[in-house]
């Protein structure tokens, strides 16, 4: 299979100005779920704010997406949209406005059309965390967002969202019906501050924008979610036992999230809080035991143990917007080197990525991608996405030979790339500021 032939999604198209019929349609597609969820959107300094100006999104659920058009309608804005976003949709994503990105790449293509959209008189939409938040709490954000917004040197303000990640969270997207949830606009930058601000200023000043925590917005609100199944998939993100420390043997069905290796259970209440049957409830907070899950991968990546892999895989390819190709089965290995991703396509041709640890401060991850297919990780280049899949690529195959042969999480891969990415840092003398990368 020569892979040179594939189509590649042209990027470099300037971004279209939303045409003028499909604005209201978009807030009308919009409208009934925002009106569903019953959405208290507030804005602090924003109120009659005029294109063109930057939007910093949170990222939890697609529902940010409709909050957003209800918030800022009938202003034209463009969007920064993933590339699986496209599939099958090119041109209508497009009149839209939508701009594609590969997610975690340095694309200087995408300067050039954000400027554009600034010189339309438009707003240009970031959902800077380039992924769905696993447990609802602020994913680790790029450093270039400080200089980047400084040199376009238009008014910035943020835009987060509340409740999405709880309605419908990453790892079991089925709607609980949460209502009310809540957005706040808010202005974070004249021209006149970014031209006096530092770009570490800038950036601590976005970090501290975004923080949020949708598990403790829950709480705090007394939002019960009834659902019955409410627990399931859970384990993908909490995937390490804190009772007997064993690693990918947790499950979960119904309310109960299970460690199979020494059979200690808890129940998630409806306030998604989580407590031990039996003995003592080490986390009752789901960031909390995330966060311990982070700490355990930090020791490894530290003591320069980690390793995951080398596994079995089958991967995909998605070099345009038509349609995923089937690549061929190859191997994964995930160490103190980065990602390499190497094997024999359909044709019995030799592929192969490797991305270094400086080259990647975060990766994205999918569960049960599709509804049909397993656990995956998404390595991009410029021109290409790869669609990992260990053992298998199909959902119920990958299941079955993860089973019999434990030994992997993709959260624990999304973890140790950020923390292999800011130990490198610390050992070139650059350490990260808090919360970026």
Known sequence: MDQKTFERFDMALPPVRTKWYLRPLTYLLSAPDVWLHRTKIRYNGTEGLKPPYIILCNHNAFLDFKVLTKAIFPQRANYIVAIDGFIGREKLLRNVGCICKRKFTNDLVLIRQLKQVLKNGDAAVIYAEARYSLCGTTAVLPSSLGKMIKIFKVPVVSFICHGHHV????????????????????????????????????????????????????????????????????HKVLYQCPACKTEFRMSSKGTTLKCDACGKTWTLSPLNELSADTGETEFSH??????????????????????????PVEVDTLPNAKRYIYLGKGTLVHDMNGFTVSGNDVDGDPFLMEKPVSSLYSCHIEYDYLGKSGDC???????????????????????????????????????????????????EGKPCRKGLA
């Open 167 to 234: 309605d419908s969270p990453f790892w079991n997207l089925y709607k609980r019906g949460i209502r009310p949830t809540e957005a706040e606009m808010s202005l974070l930058f004249t021209p006149d501050d970014l031209k006096e601000l530092s770009v570490d200023e800038i950036n601590d000043r976005i970090v501290q924008a975004y923080q949020y925590d949708d598990y403790a917005w829950q709480k705090e609100r007394g939002l019960k979610t009834h659902y019955k199944k409410r627990a399931e998939g859970l």
């Open 377 to 427: 990780v998404d390595l991009n280049t410029l021109d290409d996405t790869w669609y990992i899949y260990p053992y298998a690529k199909e959902k119920a195959a990958q299941e079955r030979l993860r089973a019999e042969n434990p030994g992997f999480s993709v959260t624990k891969m999304a973890l140790a790339t950020e923390e292999l990415y800011f130990h490198e840092r610390a050992a």
């Open 286 to 311: 789901i960031p909390d035991w995330y966060e311990w899950e982070r700490a355990n991968v930090r020791a490894e990546v530290e003591a320069g143990t980690y390793s995951s892999g080398p596994l």
